[in-house]
């Protein structure tokens, strides 16, 4: 059934023509019966094809697009690939170097944002321009919107370097500014006052009010907090050794060496452990554990297996539920870990040992994130050495 050199037909539907290209044989079908006017259709395209060979303007592309050896000899092998099949090729090939809950944000950020909005667009099309609208109509903080960029930001490196995709990164010079409308302690710290704190513990389960009491007077880490164990207490010393973190349902090392330290135990966090105790003492394992996950008709018994928190989204509900019956304005519980440090600089504790009970760094890391925040919980900052220039300047006239 063929029509001419390279021109035949592959099946009932389809018709198959050959030319040379780059040294190589390619054969393309067509989706076309064949029959006399497709025939001669398929062999003027063959012409144009070699015709456009020889003269250096064939896009390989541009004739086929579905061709699986388009990405193999496209111009522009960005217009080969969509930025979900990229996202796709990504998160394939970097899945066992990430850890599972990191995998597990990454592809919730990539199926929930990023393919919605750009999963059927070229990656040739992609551009700064278009991700700063996308960042000029958000209204969450900048670290949320961090974290939705960074998939995107690893896929399109991976598609400079290894896969050659592109010659060079199109949004690698991005930068987020914080949104407008959106004040710094909306995005960092937006401490509790000791009067709002006492609102809100009654309004909560035992276990879980316990839990934010001690969280309140410890400024433990989420990931710490969720992780610690009685056997991490010691009672005689009053402190509590921070060794471990949680993620998801794995147990890892602090995220910095600092974050490996003794913390003291002031005397309302060790209450909230004694308040802790019926629930979960004689377990031998976390001190904080999910009382829904306790057996129905168990609820209200101590001692009694149920699970460890598995991160912060089922203490977020039960929280958001207490500081509304409690009138109290919303922030998220990690605030509390906030509060704690601007608590203790607010009555000038020691800034060095602040910082060692965080699990700070060093000291600079805890004034540059908390001390401007200082003079807005106490209106009477400066004025102790204003009183006192005053006296002195008075006791040389």
């Known amino acids: 059934m063929g029509r001419g050199t390279g021109v035949r037909a592959a099946s009932a539907s389809s018709i198959e023509i050959t030319f040379e290209y780059r040294g190589q044989r390619c054969r393309e079908k067509l989706k076309l019966p064949p029959n006399p006017a497709n025939f001669k259709y398929a062999a003027g395209l063959k012409a144009t094809v070699e015709h456009e060979i020889a003269v250096g303007s064939f896009d390989y592309a541009r004739h086929f697009?579905?061709?699986?050896k388009v990405r193999k000899f496209a111009n522009n092998p960005a217009r080969t690939i969509t930025v979900g099949e990229l996202l796709t090729d990504w998160l394939r090939d970097t899945r066992a170097s990430l850890e599972p809950e990191t995998y597990a944000d990454y592809s919730e950020y990539v199926e929930n944002t990023w393919r919605p909005l750009l999963g059927k667009r070229w990656l040739s099309d992609l551009t700064a321009a278009w991700v700063y609208q996308w960042i000029g109509e958000q209204t969450v903080s900048k670290k949320r919107i961090l974290n939705l960029l960074t998939p995107l930001r690893q896929a399109v490196r991976y598609a400079?370097?290894?896969?050659?995709?592109?010659?060079?990164?199109?949004?690698g010079k991005l930068t987020v500014k914080r949104p407008a409308g959106i004040g710094e302690s909306d995005v960092l710290i937006d401490p509790f006052t000791a009067?709002?704190?006492?609102?809100?513990?009654?309004?909560?389960?035992?276990?879980?009010a316990a839990m934010c009491q001690?969280?309140?007077?410890?400024?433990?880490?989420?990931?710490?907090l969720i992780a610690l164990k009685w056997s991490d207490i010691d009672f005689e010393r009053g402190i509590a050794r921070i060794t471990k973190a949680a993620r998801g349902n794995r147990r890892k090392a602090p995220k910095t060496k600092a974050g490996v330290r003794e913390v003291k135990l002031l005397p309302p966090a060790l209450e909230a452990l004694q308040r802790a105790k019926p629930f979960t003492r004689l377990l031998h394992a976390e001190i904080f554990q999910d009382p829904g996950t306790r057996p129905m008709g168990n609820n209200h018994a101590p001692n009694r297996a149920i699970a460890p928190w598995a991160n912060d989204k089922q203490i977020r509900v039960r929280w958001a539920a207490a500081l509304k019956a409690a009138g109290v304005r919303y922030r998220f519980p990690r605030q509390l870990r906030h509060t704690y440090a601007s608590w203790m600089l607010k009555f000038r504790e020691d800034p060095a040992w602040i910082a060692e009970q965080m699990g700070h760094r060093n000291v600079g890391v805890t004034l540059e994130t908390y001390a401007k925040y200082i003079p807005a919980m106490n209106p009477n900052a400066g004025m102790g050495a204003y009183a006192a220039i005053m006296a002195s300047k008075k006791g040389h006239d």
Do not use: Q, Y
């Open 195 to 208: 009067e709002e704190i006492e609102a809100i513990l009654p309004h909560l389960e035992p276990e879980l």
């Open 214 to 224: 001690f969280w309140v007077w410890t400024g433990l880490r989420v990931g710490e």
């Open 160 to 171: 400079v370097k290894p896969r050659k995709l592109l010659t060079e990164d199109p949004i």
């Open 65 to 68: 697009p579905k061709s699986r």
